[in-house]
């Protein structure tokens, strides 16, 4: 795999003439975890849509683990949790996770191995044999994590994972993700709202508008824009508050 997961060179995309991602380039190191940033409507979905392939950039170029997007290896190597989830609600959660294994293409062993490993890093284990109409909204986003982990994929691309989820699992959750990167070498790329989320990443890339507003460290940013924390770095750097 190259130095960099992901690639995005003067991507721009308009809906109905309206300018959602402007000329943006961006690159995600392989193996970090890079967080965007930003508030509601800056593009972040749209952006994230475009490098798995979804959604066609009107201009630019996006590569992802050494393909030109689309690509059809990258369903197999892209782990995605999209904002809302995209479950089958008369299915148990465990139904659930064994279908996208098969999917997959998982042989048997791998997929139960794979939904005992995922289902217990969202602590679902206990509630795999209800049906997902009858989960709460965390638990649902809890069974769209295990699903995007299902296929043990080499780049992850969570959009906004852990809304909905209380504080507890939220710092397992973050832990696993760091474990992930650090052991596994996995690629992360994460959209949030929270400041406390942001302080955990390698890179942020802070958007406006579709554009980038600034890039960095955290500790770089906070220190370039003499800021105590994110909110104050948005707003220093021409930002309005997330
Ligand atoms: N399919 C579409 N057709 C028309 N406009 C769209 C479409 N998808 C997104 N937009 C518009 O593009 C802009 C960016 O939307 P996007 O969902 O990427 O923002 P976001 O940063 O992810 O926001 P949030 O944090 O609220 O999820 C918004 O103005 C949105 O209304």
């Not at 999209?82 to 997959?104: C, M, P, R, V, W």
Request: hydrophobic letters at 40%; glycine letters at 8%.
């Amino acid at each position: 795999m190259g130095e960099n997961a992901i690639t995005l060179s003067a991507i721009e995309k308009r809906f109905h003439q309206k300018e959602v991602i402007a000329p943006l380039s961006l690159e995600v190191p392989t193996g970090q975890l890079i967080g965007l940033l930003g508030p509601s409507g800056c593009g972040k979905t749209t952006l994230i849509k475009m490098i798995m392939g979804m959604i066609k950039p009107d201009n630019g170029r996006i590569q992802v683990l050494d393909y030109v997007v689309p690509h059809k290896q990258l369903l197999l190597d892209i782990g995605y949790m999209a904002q809302s989830d995209a479950l089958y609600i008369d299915l148990t959660g465990a139904e659930n996770l064994h279908f996208f294994a098969k999917l997959y293409r998982l042989s048997k062993k791998e997929r139960v191995e794979r939904v005992a490993y995922a289902a217990n890093l969202v602590r679902l284990t206990e509630d795999l044999n209800n049906k997902v109409v009858n989960y709460s909204g965390g638990m649902k986003r809890r069974l769209s994590l295990a699903i995007a982990l299902i296929q043990n994929p080499k780049l992850l691309i969570l959009d906004e994972p852990t809304v909905g989820i209380d504080p507890v699992l939220k710092k397992e959750i973050w832990q696993e993700l760091i474990r992930l990167k650090e052991k596994e070498h996995k690629t992360i790329l994460v959209t949030t709202h929270a400041m406390d989320e942001a302080e955990r990443c390698d890179r942020l890339a802070m958007l406006r508008s579709g554009q980038i507003l600034a890039q960095g460290t955290p500790q770089e940013l906070k220190a370039h824009y003499q800021a105590q924390d994110f909110d104050e770095v948005f707003l220093k750097a021409g930002g309005a508050i997330v």
